[in-house]
């Protein structure tokens, strides 16, 4: 099956500095974050980072599916180094 993001919602965990969301793989649901150092903010805060990730929404997603092919997890966290 193809990894695919139907649910547009994405939430910010101050504690561990991520933006999360979820992908799903038919019916398993796979759990993705991203570092916040990994997105393109002039700001640091939750309204920013939750903006920078809607602006590459695309991106981080095509991202994520990459990194599903290559090793099927139940949860990843997305990092800058994946986005070179």
């Excluded at 500095?17 to 150092?37: A, K, L, P, Q």
Aim: glycine share 2%; hydrophobic share 40%.
């Amino acid at each position: 099956m193809t990894l695919t993001f139907p649910n547009r919602s994405r939430s910010y965990d101050e504690t561990r500095e991520r933006v999360r969301f979820i992908g799903h793989d038919g019916m398993f649901e796979v759990r993705f974050s991203v570092e916040t150092n990994a997105l393109s903010t002039a700001a640091d805060d939750e309204a920013h980072y939750l903006a920078a990730f809607d602006a590459a929404r695309t991106t981080i997603h095509d991202v994520a599916r990459e990194i599903y092919r290559n090793a099927r997890k139940t949860e990843y966290v997305l990092t800058a180094a994946d986005f070179r």
